[in-house]
């Protein structure tokens, strides 16, 4: 798994794609043994963090061990997601039970409540085109700069400060 | 979105990425704020006049290593709490190790040093500027690595925050110190170390606030 990671880090998309197709499964088996009482939050959380581990990415020391960088990734955001919801939790006091029955109703247990693809659409045009046009379309840097007018740096940096806007906007929808 | 959707969203078209960009976001940070600090010395206080005498004088050097061994240590302390699961191993053993070599010395002088002059040692005469100085100092460092760290990852906010706060007060006081008269080993061992205390402290607290990510 490391070595796919190490191969996506020097640019390879398809290991890369493959570290976070099974690092998704660990993650979702992490999450939801801690979460036993949200299953609600666990795909979400996972989503979550994958947009982390990519955002972050450059953080990995390829001579660390993989685990202790995923793992603390993983922790820092289960965390995160606790302290928010206690805080949330806190200010909603009597509606907790009622909120605990529903939680373990889950027929949508295996399903994101949080769409994405919603998210996207509220970021501004300069992050959001070169988004769709090189993550949803597959298109090049050469190919997207063209059709959206941009210039080839300012479509990168748009992919780049897009998908760190889409993991602020899950924080702080939560 | 479905999970393996987000999966090929973000691995399709992903390019390579620079592996070495963490430590030259600290390497920049560090860069624009140690010249801050200097600028920010050279306009409000002023070298010393005397530093050519001052040179010849091996309390001088003493006085300029104590806050550099603390530089480095801290930014081996900063740079590790930036990245997910590095642990800090040697680093807080290499902080405190200069911090007891002075306050060895300081015993040293003050055992050294009849008991009515004792006190003159450890207040200098400007101890009030040292400790307002060295935070003021402290500020362009303080900023710059937040902001390295604000493009990293860590996970201990607080601690992150304190290692920035205390690389910031070290570099402060070695630029405070090319300013300072202060040439004894009592007046660095409570001052110098109160004043990249206030800057650590701050950050420990700034830290939670502006690292979340």
């Keep these: ?71 603390a990734i993983g922790k820092y955001k289960l965390v995160d997601l606790l302290r928010r919801r206690a805080g949330r939790d806190l200010r909603n006091d009597p509606l907790d039970e009622e909120l605990d029955v529903l939680a373990h109703n889950d027929a949508e247990a ?60 899950i924080r702080t929808r939560r | 979105m479905k999970t393996d959707e987000l999966v090929t969203l973000l691995a399709t078209g992903a390019e390579a990425v620079e592996l070495d960009a963490s430590s030259r976001r600290h390497a920049t940070a560090l860069g624009w704020g140690a010249f801050g600090a200097t600028l920010l010395m050279v306009i409000l206080l002023g070298v010393r006049p005397d530093i050519d005498a001052a040179a010849r004088l091996p309390m001088f050097w003493i006085k300029l290593a104590f806050p550099a061994s603390v530089t480095v240590a801290s930014l081996f302390a900063a740079a590790r709490l930036s ?5 800090l191993g040697w680093v807080p053993g290499a902080l405190v190790a200069p911090v007891l070599a002075v306050w060895l010395l300081t015993v040293y002088v003050l055992l050294a040093t009849p008991q009515p002059e004792r006190a003159e040692l450890i207040m200098g005469r400007t101890w009030e500027y040292c400790l307002l100085s060295v935070p003021m100092l402290s500020l362009p ?8 760290m604000k493009g990293l990852a860590p996970t201990r906010l607080a601690l992150a925050g304190a290692a920035a706060g205390l690389l910031a007060g070290a570099l402060g006081a070695l630029v405070y110190a090319l300013h300072c008269p202060e040439m004894e080993a009592p007046f660095l061992g409570v001052w110098y170390v109160a004043g990249m205390l206030i800057p650590a402290a701050a950050g420990a607290l700034l830290g939670p606030i502006v690292l979340r990510w």
């Design chain 2, 141 to 148: 460092v303080l900023v710059a690595t937040l902001w390295a």
């Design chain 1, 1 to 71: 798994m490391r070595a796919l990671l190490v191969c996506g880090l020097a640019g390879d998309a398809a290991a890369y794609h493959a570290f976070l197709t099974e690092l998704s499964t660990h993650l979702r088996a992490f999450f939801r043994r801690r979460l036993s009482g949200l299953p609600d939050e666990v795909e979400d959380l996972v989503q979550e963090t994958l947009l982390a581990v990519h955002n972050q990415r450059h953080t990995y020391d390829p001579t660390q061990p993989l685990t202790a960088w995923v793992y």
């Design chain 2, 83 to 87: 990245r997910p699961g590095v642990r």
């Design chain 1, 110 to 169: 295996t399903a994101a409540r949080l769409d994405l693809a919603k998210l996207l659409l509220r970021l501004p045009a300069r992050q959001r085109l070169p988004i769709v046009c090189m993550k949803l379309e597959g298109m090049s840097v050469v190919e997207a700069a063209r059709v959206t007018g941009m210039s080839e740096s300012a479509v990168k940096v748009g992919v780049h400060r897009g998908l760190k806007a889409l993991a602020a906007m």
